[in-house]
């Protein structure tokens, strides 16, 4: 990507949030990213609808067997350069499913990812720390 | 290409047209953004945001899906952008020249505020996606909607002119009689102009097309990078061109500074209109559009016929 354009990701990260099979609580916390509190649209990023307009997925939940493949193809329809951001411990490693039948964690297995925010759930300045993160490695 | 074929080309493409219009609709949805946020209690974005995100969005890949019909995939967007090209280029051409234009521009002026959402209606239907279909089908009820109380309250300017529909004429009779919206017919007119601008714009009340929580931002759902960053710049021209038309239509013409300020309460306005309201749905919508603003239009017509 030209250094325009490089400088446009940054600048203006769009996010969509990919609930792989979570309890909900991490996607809980990534709602809180928009609240007046917290409010990232001063950073440039905004939630959107599509997978086809991210610049970044954000993950949540142990994966599982049931929810590799549509994380797989959401990844698949993401328009590229895509970030993928792990929120959440279940992400990092399998968490307390790590016996289970059906766990086939953890993501870097299976996805290139950017950046991992552990946390059972990580609070949201930690997520804007992951974020950063991510975006200062491209 | 001679002396007037270079002029007619910066006209549409650079000063009054392509690029200025652009900047101006770019900085415009921060302000709309920057409100938002003040209404919501948030700081929200810096002024360069748009801009970011249309860099961002032009260099990024394109995604034809599968099975799409790809021509016409990649070329509605552009079909919406050179309708906003040549709409900016007339309205800024007759409001510094209003004797320059020619008859039955108001006329070719409605028909192009109407190619944008019909290159979103053919684009969404090209992309092969149910969610886009069902946004293509609203899309669609809602510009049939909101076009009659809009031609309706058109009707207004033009008997009150004595039957100009050449916009110059229009801005001439505004100057000599002063604007058509200080009468009871012109506010009735004009609120009914703003309502529409609203739906054509898709904002909140009226955004039942491209609703993110239902069918996952619907017409744009299978758009991604350069063509999506012509979508978005095409929504900035309008939120620029929109106001620019209610005011040389109703409100006296871009003829002085106070015209500024005239429009920026009328984005103020919209985007105010944005924030206080829930999503209609698209039967509402219609309802609302012909029932009772299609009356309204119908009164202020009456009005306008006994001189009030």
């Known amino acids: 990507m030209s250094r325009l354009g490089l400088w446009g990701l940054k600048k203006s990260p769009w996010v969509y949030h990919v609930a792989a099979a979570s309890c909900n609580n991490c996607d809980i916390e990534i709602l809180e990213l928009l609240t007046p509190r917290y409010d990232v649209e001063r950073f440039g990023v905004v939630l959107v609808g599509s997978p086809r307009h991210a610049d970044a ?82 | ?63 034809v899906p599968d099975g799409a019909s790809k021509t016409v995939f990649l070329l509605a967007p552009m079909l919406g952008l050179a309708a906003m090209c040549l709409t900016s280029g007339l309205l800024f051409y007759v409001n510094f020249n209003p004797q320059g234009s020619f008859v039955g521009d108001l006329i070719v002026l409605v028909y192009l505020l109407g190619l944008a959402p019909l290159a979103l209606v053919i684009g969404a239907s090209a992309s092969r996606n149910p969610l886009s279909a069902v946004g293509a089908s609203r899309e669609m009820m809602l510009y049939f909607g909101y076009e009659l109380p809009f031609l309706l309250a058109l009707l207004v300017p033009i008997i009150k002119s004595g039957g100009a529909i050449r916009l110059g004429e229009l801005i001439v009779a505004q100057q000599a009689g002063g604007p058509f919206l200080y009468s009871i017919s012109g506010v009735i007119a004009a609120l009914i102009v703003l309502f529409t601008t609203q ?56 003829g002085d500074w106070w015209a500024i300020l005239k429009f920026l309460l009328i984005v103020v306005l919209v985007v105010l209109m944005k924030n206080t309201n829930p999503r209609f749905r698209i039967d509402q919508a219609l309802r609302f559009f012909w029932f009772i603003l299609g009356v309204f239009g119908i009164v202020a017509v009456v009005l306008a016929f006994v001189r009030l």
């Open chain 1, 57 to 138: 997925l954000l993950v949540t939940g142990v994966i599982n067997r049931k929810s590799l493949p549509r994380v797989m193809e959401v990844y698949e329809q993401a328009a590229k350069p895509c970030l993928v951001i792990g929120v959440g411990t279940c992400t990092c490693s399998n968490h307390m499913f790590k016996n289970s039948y059906n766990a086939v964690g953890p993501y870097d297995k299976h996805l290139p990812m950017h950046a991992f925010v552990p946390g059972c759930p990580p609070k949201p300045e930690a997520m804007i720390l992951g974020v950063v993160k991510a975006l200062s490695k491209l």
């Open chain 2, 1 to 63: 290409m001679s002396w007037s074929g270079w002029g007619l080309a910066f006209n549409f493409l650079i000063f009054p047209g392509f690029l200025f219009s652009a900047v101006v609709g770019l900085v415009l949805t921060w302000v709309d953004r920057i409100v938002s946020a003040r209404v919501q209690y948030r700081r929200g974005p810096p002024v360069f945001q748009p801009f970011a995100d249309l860099f961002k969005l032009l260099l990024k890949q394109t995604i």
């Open chain 2, 199 to 254: 739906a054509k714009l898709g904002y909140v009340p009226f955004d039942m097309a491209e609703a993110e929580q239902e069918i996952m931002s619907g017409v744009f759902a299978e758009y991604s990078g350069a063509s999506l960053a012509v979508f978005k710049l095409t929504k900035a021209m309008m939120l620029f061109l929109l106001p620019l038309f209610m005011i040389t239509v109703f409100w006296g013409g871009f």
